[in-house]
């Protein structure tokens, strides 16, 4: 079984700052995926990142980038520049290697402020 | 490029009504998924289906049947619905190599 752990539910950051959102997760495998889907008020899921759990290199893309700590199954999200459009939810998730259980985490709301 | 298509997108049912939520992709994928999101909470899912003809229990399977006839195609019902059953659903579908999970827009079920 996999849980994924968001402890932050609420997140404000000013605009052209950066933040960083927080997840935990625990799994019994040793292969598996790791991603950051963002959610705005429409609701539709919209991928982000996403880490391969045997890749020690961590996924980067444009302002968004992951701090992926495996030891310590620890999958942070850094969002640079932060800009208005980036305020929503945010989503952590873990993929078992079998693909047939994807967990979500209980989700971030992130805030930005003018 | 339409990737995953649910309908409707808005439903409004009584108590023990039926329906059924209706999945489509076009991206010649295997695996789809149904998932439910309550207010203020991530997404759980309720059923999975490898391929066409299988399909497997999720978190949350109790109150609804899954249908998977053809690969593009996946399919939830409720056969008798609940308010608890308020929520809105995705369909999703996971790219064969490289794991990626693609997701409809989601339909919003309300039960009165």
């Known amino acids: 079984a996999q849980t994924v752990t968001q402890s932050q539910p609420e997140m404000s950051v000013q605009e052209a700052e950066t933040v960083t959102l927080s997840c935990t997760y625990d799994?019994?495998?040793?292969?598996?995926?790791l991603f950051w889907y963002k959610q705005p008020p429409s609701r539709q899921m919209i991928l982000v990142i996403r880490q391969e759990a045997y890749k020690q290199q961590n996924a980067t893309e444009n302002r968004f980038s992951v701090n992926f700590q495996k030891a310590a199954k620890s999958f942070s999200l850094k969002i640079s520049d932060s800009q208005l459009g980036d305020a929503a939810m945010y989503f952590c998730a873990s993929l078992n290697n079998a693909g047939n259980m994807l967990t979500f985490g209980g989700g971030t709301r992130l805030m930005v402020k003018p | 490029n339409a990737g995953v298509t649910q309908t409707p997108k808005f439903q409004v049912l009584k108590t023990g009504q039926s329906m059924t939520l209706q999945c489509a992709q076009d991206?010649?994928?295997?695996?789809m998924y149904w998932y439910r999101q309550d207010p203020g909470m991530g997404l759980r899912l309720i059923y999975y289906?490898?391929?066409?003809?299988?399909?497997d229990k999720g978190e949350v399977p109790n109150g609804y049947n899954v249908s998977r006839l053809n690969k593009r195609e996946f399919s939830l019902r409720l056969e008798s619905a609940a308010p608890s059953q308020t929520s809105v659903y995705f369909c999703?579908?996971?790219?064969?190599?490289?794991?990626?999970?693609?997701f409809g827009e989601g339909s919003w079920l309300t039960v009165v």
């Open positions: 289906s490898a391929s066409e003809g299988t399909t």
């Open positions: 999703a579908s996971r790219q064969d190599s490289g794991n990626t999970i693609y």
């Open positions: 991206m010649n994928h295997n695996s």
């Open positions: 799994t019994s495998e040793s292969d598996y995926y």
